[in-house]
């Protein structure tokens, strides 16, 4: 089983910054790209940006360059560094892992969603 726990959202003024982290944990071989979605509500669920193993990345127009998206791999992990954040950011934000398990079986996997919200 793989979990995938998610912390660092909150509220934050216009112009602040967040810092999501996303940890990946139990029968785990190995993980592929890892990324952060979002959606606000009333919306479909978008791609905010992805990793992928050899540390190529990728980014939604609407968040590049106040965005930055790293990651551990020793400790399974994924960061979402936002800065500059606009009230259009308020979502709640999923963290997705694309990953072998102990079983054989490639899957992609999501956290629980932490609500980030941008407002005065």
């Known amino acids: 089983q793989v979990q995938l726990v998610e912390s660092g959202g909150g509220l934050v003024q216009p112009g602040g910054s967040l810092r999501l982290s996303c940890a990946a944990s139990?029968?785990?071989?190995?993980?592929?790209?890892m990324g952060w979605y979002r959606q606000a509500p009333g919306k479909q669920r978008e791609l905010v940006a992805a990793v992928t193993s050899g540390d190529s990345t990728n980014y939604a127009d609407s968040v590049k360059g106040r965005f930055t998206i790293s990651r551990d791999n020793a400790k399974n992990t994924v960061y979402l560094q936002m800065n500059s954040l606009k009230p259009e950011d308020t979502a709640v934000y999923y963290c997705n892992a694309d990953l072998w398990s102990r079983l054989g079986r490639r899957y992609a996997y999501w956290g629980q969603g932490t609500q980030v919200t941008v407002s005065s």
């Open positions: 139990g029968s785990i071989l190995s993980i592929n790209a």
